[in-house]
Every structure is written in structure tokens, then in C-alpha cells.
């Protein structure tokens, strides 16, 4: 089966089909959704954000010109919405925080019914290293790193508006920094 582009889908939702727009929501609902939760660490605001992107896009999507740039177009949306989001709130956020049942937003659990208990309690260690060494980075270095999950390093330094050359080696900082910082904790 042929997967249709996000072109594609754009034009086909352009020319009036749902569907298009539903599988363009489906295939980006994920990646989009952590990045956006990732930054805001509100899950109901993260939600609204969402909802916010796909909204806008709907609404105006005689507007939007197909090419090829439809996730960076999603994530420059959506990065738009969590800086307003927090010029609103004037104030800086934790990527400590845990939601109300004490999980961390910032790293999915992983499912496996297989999991032996000694190795859920060493990955939730490690992911508590982790969140501790990225609270020590910069912003801009803790965004490159989030951002990098879910794009490549050409499609983040346009959203980011930076030379990709600048990106690469404040990319390769952080990597260096959280290795070293996880070392000295270890």
C-alpha cells in the first residue's frame, strides 16, 4: 500500500476531503503531542496546544502552500503556541515536574508486561539521571535535544531559524555535557 505524502494529503484535504486531514492529524498526533507536553509541562495545556495547531491549519488551510515542509510547518506552529504560552504565564518551567500520579512528562514509560521489577527500578533510575543532568543544560541546548527526537537537524534549524552548522555543534554540546554530567553522577 501506497502512503500518500503530507502533500498529498494537503491538497486532498484542500479539495475537500476529510480524510486527508484526519490521517494528517493521525500521523503527526504523537510526535507532535511529546514535543509540545515535552516543553510545557502541563498536560492539559499541552492538549490545548494541540487541538490550537490542527485547529489553525484546518481554518486556514486555503492558505497553506504544499511543499514538502508540512511538519516543520506543524512544529514551527506548535513551538509558536509554547512560547506564548509561557510569555502568558511569565514564568520559566522545571523539566522535573511530574504529572499528578508522580510520572515525568518529559520520558514516555515504557510497556512490557515482561519487565523484570529490578529492571523497571533501573530504568526509572536511569530516567531520573536523566531529567537531572537535562535540567543543568541550557534551554536553547535542552530544546535541540527534544526537537532532534521527533525531526532532522535540516528541518530543526529551519524551524529554529539558525544555521545548521550552529545547530550541529550546539547539538553536539549538549550530547557532550549529558555524558559527562551522567558520568559524574554515576
Do not use: W
Amino acid at each position: 500500500m501506497n502512503e500518500r505524502s503530507d502533500d498529498e494529503l494537503v491538497a486532498g484535504f484542500q479539495d475537500g476531503d476529510e480524510t486527508c486531514f484526519n490521517e494528517l492529524v493521525y500521523r503527526y498526533k504523537n510526535m507532535l503531542y511529546q514535543y509540545i507536553k515535552a516543553m510545557v509541562r502541563d498536560e492539559s495545556a499541552a492538549e490545548d496546544i494541540f487541538q490550537e495547531v490542527f485547529l489553525s491549519f484546518y481554518r486556514n488551510m486555503k492558505q497553506y502552500r504544499p511543499q514538502g515542509k508540512f511538519k516543520n510547518y506543524l512544529f514551527t506552529s506548535a513551538r509558536n503556541r509554547v512560547l506564548n504560552f509561557f510569555r502568558d504565564k511569565k514564568e520559566m518551567f522545571s523539566l522535573d515536574d511530574t504529572d499528578e500520579n508522580g510520572n515525568p512528562y518529559l520520558h514516555e514509560q515504557l510497556e512490557s508486561g515482561e519487565a523484570q521489577p529490578l529492571e523497571t527500578m533501573e530504568l526509572a533510575e536511569l530516567g531520573r539521571r536523566i531529567r537531572q543532568a537535562s535540567l543543568r543544560l541550557s534551554i536553547k541546548q535542552r530544546e535541540i535535544l527534544y526537537l532532534k527526537q521527533y525531526m532532522t537537524f535540516q528541518e530543526a534549524a529551519q524551524l529554529l531559524q539558525r544555521p545548521l552548522g550552529s545547530l550541529l555543534a550546539d547539538h553536539h554540546r549538549a550530547v557532550q555535557k549529558m555524558q559527562k554530567l551522567l558520568r559524574e553522577e554515576a
